[in-house]
């Protein structure tokens, strides 16, 4: 029996679940709460236990947003590459362009730098994102 109000919770990929409580367990009298090899004691008062991601999981939701980015990216460029390759291009079209291609290029880039995949550290568009 705990005398800190709270739950042990076992964590499994992306979940976290209660699996007792502070209270024996009356089928297992003889179980220990929390069973610290696979449960941790969670206190009532910190709220819900932050569920923390595996590495293959968070090299997956870099890669995801690594995608969408050069989406968007790929999306803004493809119009003002039909101007310029159709001689209808202004010099800020043109501009546009050349820096829309630098940010698609250093997203790509991302895996290679510093902070890959927990941190990533993303750069700035030419225009914010929508």
Not at 41 to 52: A, E, K, N, Q, Y
Not at 71 to 97: F, K, M
Request: charged share 25%; net charge negative; aromatic share 10%.
């Amino acid at each position: 029996m705990s005398n800190n109000p709270g739950y042990a919770y076992a964590t499994t990929k992306a979940y976290a679940f209660m699996v007792d409580g502070p209270e024996a367990d009356p089928d297992n009298p003889q179980a220990t709460y929390p069973n610290y090899e696979v449960e941790t004691f969670w206190p009532l008062s910190d709220g819900f236990p932050p569920i923390v991601p595996s590495p293959a999981e968070r090299l997956a939701q870099a890669r995801i947003e690594r995608d969408r980015l050069l989406t968007y990216a790929t999306l803004r460029i493809n119009p003002l590459q039909d101007d310029v390759d159709n001689d209808e291009s202004s010099p800020e079209g043109a501009a546009l362009l050349k820096l829309w291609k630098q940010y698609r290029s250093a997203v790509s880039k991302t895996e290679t730098k510093p902070g890959w995949p927990d941190a990533p550290q993303w750069p700035d568009p030419p225009i914010p994102l929508e």
